[in-house]
């Protein structure tokens, strides 16, 4: 079955600590998305990708990374300098390359500081 | 103000009962619509496209006035499984197609 993994299901963070969130696609969708949900809000889009070796910020970037190496990956780094990482992380593809639709959803990593 | 408004409810009826959610969009460039329902502690999952016609799946409506800019999702013979927050979400064709949600609005459907 196609789909989007992302991996771990939850993760903690030790202060000054870098961590790496996966994400893998099997759709063969060129753009793949990155959001954070924070309770009671809206996703809030932190990066975004329409095609390898390629990425843009999105909304809230400062204190996050991420890399698009392959097609099918697109990790997220959430680095020391994000004073509140603490959210639920939602990966996101769709097809892409000028098409407007719908994104489709990881199951999402939930992480929180130690 | 957020360019994506939506009531965040909750909404709490009693199964059978029609529920009706509304949404407000403030960016005329706004494309393309859609609802996503989200079950809690889940990810968001696609319920619907918007369509300025109008359109309807099973018991589920949804409406758009580009006019307006507003967007609406009727639900008919609510269900305990409908118990869920649902997204409204618009979208705009800048450097990739980006999303942009609203908070969403809860319903709780009682037996």
């Known amino acids: 079955d196609g789909g989007i993994t992302q991996s771990p299901k939850y993760l903690f963070r030790k202060e000054g600590q870098n961590v790496t969130l996966s994400c893998e696609q099997n759709?063969?969708?060129?753009?793949m998305y990155w959001y954070r949900q924070d309770p009671g809000q809206g996703l809030r889009l932190i990066y975004y990708?329409?095609?390898?070796?390629?990425?843009q910020k999105g909304d809230i970037a400062e204190g996050y990374s991420v890399s698009r190496e392959k097609k099918e990956s697109f990790p997220l780094t959430v680095t020391s300098a994000q004073k509140n990482p603490t959210a639920f992380y939602l990966c996101?593809?769709?097809?892409?390359?000028?098409?407007?639709?719908?994104?489709?959803f990881g199951d999402g990593t939930r992480l929180s500081i130690l | 103000r957020k360019e994506v408004e939506q009531d965040p409810g909750p909404f709490n009826v009693p199964e059978g009962a029609t529920v009706a959610f509304n949404c407000t969009y403030s960016?005329?460039?706004?494309?393309?619509f859609f609802w996503y329902r989200q079950d809690c502690r889940k990810e968001p999952k696609l319920l619907m496209s918007?369509?300025?016609s109008g359109n309807e799946d099973g018991r589920f409506t949804a409406q758009l006035n580009r006019a307006s800019q507003y967007i609406s999702l009727l639900i008919r013979d609510s269900k305990l499984s409908d118990s869920a927050t649902y997204l409204c979400?618009?979208?705009?064709?800048?450097?990739?197609?980006?999303?942009?949600f609203g908070a969403g609005t809860i319903l709780r459907v009682k037996s």
């Open positions: 996101a593809s769709s097809i892409g390359d000028g098409v407007l639709g719908p994104q489709h």
């Open positions: 759709l063969n969708h060129d753009a």
């Open positions: 990708s329409q095609i390898v070796n390629d990425f």
């Open positions: 960016n005329s460039a706004s494309q393309s």
């Open positions: 918007v369509y300025s």
């Open positions: 979400v618009v979208e705009r064709m800048e450097y990739g197609n980006k999303l942009v």
